[in-house]
T-cell receptor, first 117, second 116 residues
Framework: AQSVAQPEDQVNVAEGNPLTVKCTYS??????LFWYVQYPNRGLQFLLK??????LVKGSYGFEAEFNKSQTSFHLKKPSALVSDSALYFC???????????????FGTGTLLAVQP | ETGVTQTPRHLVMGMTNKKSLKCEQH?????MYWYKQSAKKPLELMFV???????ENNSVPSRFSPECPNSSHLFLHLHTLQPEDSALYLC???????????????FGPGTRLTVL
């Protein structure tokens, strides 16, 4: 069964510093990977996805993620953190289409990013 | 209204009450989802509807009853809930095409449910 792991409950970073939020996955076959962000009292917002192609994926708000097949990781990164980036971040995985695969997303437990001014 | 809307945003109910959560998507999607978000736990997928047909019931207790009258609306009917059902209930939608697509899901703001 597919699964994702976010090993850090919280990541603290100073404003202006680079940030990384970690995600590792376990799937059979080629994964479809996603990052979502959740601000307080809001639903999840889509940030970016990896389907195929370049291992470095660029998304919204200056975020990017690097797909690493050998390490089964899909870490979220940003070169320079902003206080407004403080939120809860979720990694998710789904089956690639075909072969009876569903459109079900499996989410990690989330990582709280706190950016200090 | 744009995107995915949910009403009410907050709901407090007793264990013997019956209430309904409503979700509406304005994106022209054909798949809708209910998720439960509890503190310190991963998002739990509850139900999936594709083209108005329920395609997934993730072992959800029968006190939760979904309804999808058309591809734009999704309801979650609640009755005789337990305090442990208190959580944020999120609705999402996506465009699902068999065998080809992977479209990302778009989420509503959620309904914060408290069961007393």
């Amino acid at each position: 069964a597919q699964s994702v792991a976010q090993p850090e409950d919280q990541v603290n970073v100073a404003e202006g510093n680079p940030l990384t939020v970690k995600c590792t996955y376990s799937v059979s076959g080629n994964p479809y990977l996603f990052w979502y962000v959740q601000y307080p009292n809001r639903g999840l917002q889509f940030l970016l996805k990896y389907i195929t192609g370049d291992n470095l994926v660029k998304g919204s708000y200056g975020f990017e993620a690097e797909f690493n097949k050998s390490q089964t990781s899909f870490h979220l990164k940003k070169p320079s953190a902003l206080v407004s980036d403080s939120a809860l971040y979720f990694c998710a995985v789904r089956d690639p289409p075909g072969g009876g695969a569903t459109n079900k997303l499996i989410f990690g437990t989330g990582t709280l990013l706190a950016v200090q001014p | 209204e744009t995107g995915v809307t949910q009403t009410p945003r907050h709901l407090v109910m007793g264990m013997t009450n019956k209430k309904s959560l409503k979700c509406e998507q304005h994106l022209g999607h054909n798949a809708m989802y209910w998720y439960k978000q509890s503190a310190k736990k991963p998002l739990e997928l509850m139900f999936v509807y594709n083209f108005k047909e329920q395609t997934e019931n993730n072992s959800v207790p029968s006190r939760f009853s979904p309804e999808c009258p058309n591809s734009s609306h999704l309801f979650l009917h609640l009755h005789t809930l337990q305090p442990e059902d208190s959580a944020l209930y999120l609705c999402a939608s996506s465009q699902h095409e068999f065998g080809t697509s992977y479209w990302e899901q778009f989420f509503g703001p959620g309904t914060r449910l408290t069961v007393l």
